[in-house]
């Protein structure tokens, strides 16, 4: 007899106003709905935060480096280029070559030129002076950050004029700026040994200029036009055109005393260090707009600096925009600084400049802790940057970083040990002295890789002189289920390919397995062979079905041979081109030549790297790109190499805009001619174009000039696979392959039934509906449904696009509002109630609906968060968690982490093109069995065969 149920809580819904099942809200970060932060000590004093918000308008990433200014090994720090002075460089750079800890780009500056100049002000005590004539002289715009003689922090705009007289005031001689190298040849500059040894580098960009030397307060020598100059020891040297030397050479001769104004409105000598930025975003703990604002209302990526209220904690800050994390308007980042208890702060240089880098802890060297909008760190004048002056001592405390902590049999952890001081000083760990140790788990060491041989949790601990770290790690024997890394391989005769088998085990982790642990078989032998777990192709043509197995487990692929080539272009027409480079200090050129590996003539690209360690690319850009319809296997062409094992890259656009990179070869080692060829993703959406072929280098030795030629450009067309179907292989569920017997609730689900519009769909539903009261106690319909309460005897629970939750004794359902194909686009308060009842759940058993599949949402971060919390609650509160949608045509599952995704199409079926539709496998119904601890499902067929 069927049972009655009682709900015992009524049904919870989110207030909200809903015109045509669809919810509309404004987009603001003040509505934080989920937020996570990591904090980490750096060095003595010094910390790094990364806070991580879901906001009603969008994701925002805010990264605070802290310093606290009363620890004595804490200094701050301008930074610069020591190359050059003036050189633009990326920040990473930057802080290796200064030896800081961490940093945050900081001054506007002009983008056009390298060598560059800053906007505002820069002084550090008995170090370099930057600044403009009659700088802020319209005005509070530009503030700086200045440290007084306490190292104390205060904020103000400096005012500053420059003039230099005789001693007796009667010859006067205006210059416009202190160590500003654009300002040349029109205006009259000083600099001295803080940037330049002599003047080698301003008179390579402008001829003829004519020099002043000064030297304690004395004129000492005038230069001859173009003369080059050293810079005095105790003085300074006034640069300025030859016209001008013409009548200040005659005031200002050999001999005259002089006296030099700075005429400021703060004491220069009463402060240590200043640097300038943009106006106030925080002035005594209040949102400020005084000076020059960017954009205030427009989200930008955002850099600024600011202390507590107390004056002890400094604070850089960098908001990530313009990517998944959409920035911040000058209020927002206001309001940011607010909350971390930042009482006055300037903003700095921000977009694309918007950066922020420092050294983990236990590690040498410095990494971006942010995410650059443009991708690429922008190369920048300055930074500034926080150093530790502690010493260096003995170890004092080691942890481990390993590369994963779950795997299979046989397949290796990789871990490193990391050791630090008292101070927090990076130690290095020799490996003689380096003694691991593992309990709970069998396995066998290589160096510093674990293979582990039994299954089970085990821990892994490293001693070193008689310090230790551990970390726990886990093994399984055997997967439940296999996937492969392509379903289709796609060779050419006598090519080969490594197939990479992913297991998914019993909770549901995904991993690696070892390929020698794979039985293969070939259906079609012609085709080539197995050999060392790498397929081998031979020199027949065909294709065939491939299968492995690992116990009772088996995945299933195709490998395709086939060779069809179209020439793409013999370059024998003048093909049009152009060259593009990255960063600016790259040239390239390129030219069609009479000269070629078949034919008459190939390209030639010209190009020149500069000794740099950071990313340096120079493009070939096609005016025309070449589209293609026929889905591609490979692009090829000939290069005749030079031998330097720069990486060759090229570039496709598919149909939705998405850009693909594609590799030739990962290093130019040969010189002559060499034929290349660089595999198209299968994902792209056709037709596609190639934009570009480039050469990229990560790290240049030295300056340098290279060239490439490159002669026909082939297509490798694609196999046709549309009439290959694989076979289907469902994972092992150990709840789907147990029956709970005795079951205290029984629950039927099935899918979307709203927009019937055939007969048939009529018929099955009225067929669904008997099966589920006559097996069930209460009926759950996932997607959209238009199913009467009344329809059915039994307890229904229908998916409406509202946030809502059911509760019966030993299940919890949470009806979530994803029709935009997101819970935050959709309704983004659910996001809180959603957390709040998850983790509040008292059930074992949590069934979570939906009508999309949250494994891909259009905001790919909140799928992963989704993910990420189910995972957590599983964990830690020892949940059965499924997640069931109705947003597709067939039956699925798959098993993440722990967690049971299911997408059941309900009324949704694919109908070909005989308009013919098979009942027996199209439609379905999932039966759970419940108790109070325990569960099991089926899936049945509405119409079995």
Not at 621 to 636: A, H, I
Not at 762 to 776: A, T, Y
Not at 858 to 875: A, N, T
Request: net charge negative; proline share 3%; hydrophobic share 35%.
């Amino acid at each position: 007899m069927r049972k009655i149920f009682k709900k015992l809580f009524s049904v919870l819904v989110l207030a909200a106003i809903i015109v045509n099942n669809k919810i509309s809200f404004a987009g603001t970060t003040d509505n934080i709905l989920y937020q996570n932060t990591e904090k980490e000590t750096i060095s003595s004093g010094i910390t790094y935060e990364k806070n991580t918000r879901l906001t009603e308008a969008g994701w925002v990433d805010v990264h605070i480096i802290e310093a606290d200014l009363t620890n004595p090994f804490v200094k701050l720090d301008v930074i610069r280029n020591t190359d050059g002075f003036g050189l633009k460089d990326s920040l990473t750079s930057l802080s290796e070559e200064n030896n800081v800890i961490a940093s945050v780009n900081a001054d506007f500056f002009n983008m056009k030129n390298n060598p560059t100049d800053i906007i505002g002000f820069e002084y550090e005590k008995d170090g370099i002076i930057i600044g403009k004539h009659n700088f802020n002289a319209g005005g509070n715009s530009y503030g700086s950050l200045f440290l007084d003689s306490n190292n104390m922090p205060f904020i103000d705009f400096m005012n500053m004029s420059l003039l230099m007289t005789s001693e007796d005031g009667e010859k006067k001689l205006y210059f416009s700026g202190f160590n500003q190298i654009t300002m040349l040849p029109e205006s009259v500059v000083y600099f001295d040994k803080y940037a330049m040894q002599d003047t080698t580098e301003i008179d390579e960009k402008n001829p003829g200029l004519c020099k002043m030397v000064i030297e304690d307060n004395v004129v000492t020598y005038l230069s001859t036009p173009g003369e080059t100059i050293t810079m005095p020891e105790n003085g300074f040297v006034i640069v300025m055109n030859e016209e001008t030397a013409l009548y200040s050479f005659k005031s200002f001769t050999v001999g005259t005393k002089i006296v030099l104004n700075k005429n400021t409105n703060i004491d220069i000598e009463s402060i240590n260090l200043a640097i300038s930025g943009g106006g106030k975003v925080v002035s005594q703990g209040v949102i400020s707009n005084e000076g020059y604002v960017v954009d205030r209302k427009r989200r930008h990526p955002r850099t600024a600096i600011g202390y507590n209220q107390s004056k002890d904690k400094l604070y850089m800050v960098v908001v990530d925009g313009r990517g998944s994390s959409i920035g911040a308007t000058h209020d927002e980042l206001g309001k940011i600084l607010l909350d971390n208890g930042i009482y006055d702060a300037i903003h700095l240089d921000g977009g694309g400049s918007s950066t922020l880098v420092g050294r983990h802890l236990g590690y040498s060297n410095v990494n971006v802790f942010n995410r650059p909008s443009g991708g690429v760190q922008r190369r920048i004048p300055n930074g500034i940057g926080l150093t530790s002056i502690a010493p260096v001592s003995e170890l004092y405390e080691v942890k481990i970083v390993a590369d994963k902590t779950r795997t299979f049999k046989d397949m290796p952890i990789t871990f490193n040990v990391l050791g630090y001081d008292e101070y927090y000083n990076p130690i290095e760990i020799n490996s003689d002295s380096l003694i691991w140790e593992t309990v709970g788990i069998n396995g066998k060491w290589e160096d510093n890789k674990f293979y582990p041989q039994s299954e089970g949790k085990g821990t892994v601990k490293a001693h070193v002189n008689g310090i230790s770290a551990e970390i726990t790690v886990q093994s399984t024997n055997e997967p439940i289920s296999l996937e492969i890394n392509h379903e289709f391989s796609f060779l050419e005769p006598g090519e080969s390919t490594n197939l990479k088998i992913l297991g998914i085990d019993k909770d549901g982790y995904r991993g690696e397995v070892n390929s020698k642990n794979v039985t293969w078989e070939v259906e079609n032998k012609s085709i080539g062979e197995f050999q060392n777990g790498q397929f081998v192709a031979s020199n027949n043509l065909g294709q065939s079905l491939i299968k492995g197995t690992i116990g009772d487990t088996t995945v299933y692929g195709y490998v395709i041979v086939n060779k069809e080539t179209g020439l793409i272009d013999s370059f024998e027409n003048d093909t049009k081109t152009h060259t593009t480079a990255h960063p600016e200090t790259v040239s390239a050129t390129a030219e069609v030549i009479n000269e070629a590996h078949e034919g008459n003539n190939s390209i030639k690209l010209n190009y020149s790297f500069k000794e740099s360690t950071n990313t340096q690319a120079a493009y070939l850009e096609f005016d025309e790109p070449y589209t293609f319809d026929k889905k591609l296997n490979k692009v090829g062409l000939w290069v005749e190499g030079n031998g330097i094992n720069h990486w060759l890259r090229g570039r496709v656009i598919d149909a939705d805009g998405n850009q693909k990179l594609l590799t030739f070869s990962y290093a130019v080692d040969w010189t002559g001619w060499k034929y290349v060829t660089a595999d198209v993703p299968q994902d792209v959406k056709y037709p596609i174009q190639l934009d570009r072929i480039y050469v990229a280098n990560l790290h240049c030795p030295q300056d340098d000039s290279f060239e490439l030629k490159f002669d026909e450009l082939t297509a490798h067309y694609a196999f046709d696979t549309s009439n290959l179907s694989l076979p289907k292989e469902q994972i092992y569920d150990p709840f789907g392959k147990k029956t709970v017997e005795n079951p205290q609730m029984k629950m039927s689900i099935f899918g979307s039934t709203g927009a019937k519009n055939t007969l048939l769909d009529g018929i099955v539903q009225r067929e669904v509906l008997g099966k589920m009261e006559e097996i069930s106690d209460v009926s759950l319909f996932v997607g959209n449904t238009n199913i009467p309460s009344d329809e059915l005897k039994n307890d229904i629970v229908t998916w409406n696009n509202q946030y809502k939750v059911t509760d019966y004794e030993n299940v919890r359902i949470i009806n979530l509002a994803t029709s935009k194909n997101s819970m935050r686009l959709t309704d983004p308060n659910q996001w809180k109630r959603f957390v709040n009842d998850l983790n509040n759940t008292k059930q074992k058993h949590i069934f979570i609906t939906l009508d999309k599949n949250p494994l891909k949402f259009s905001d790919e971060r909140e799928g992963k968060l989704f993910s990420d919390i189910l995972k957590k609650v599983k964990e830690e509160k020892d949940k059965n968690i499924f997640v069931i949608n109705g947003s597709g045509y067939d039956f699925n599952v798959e098993y993440v982490e722990g967690i049971r995704y299911m997408d059941i199409n309900g009324l949704w079926y694919r109908v070909y093109g005989d308009n013919k539709v098979d009942l027996n496998d199209k439609f379905y119904i999932i039966n759970f069995n419940i108790n109070p601890d325990d569960i099991s499902y089926n899936v049945t067929n509405v119409y079995p065969k």
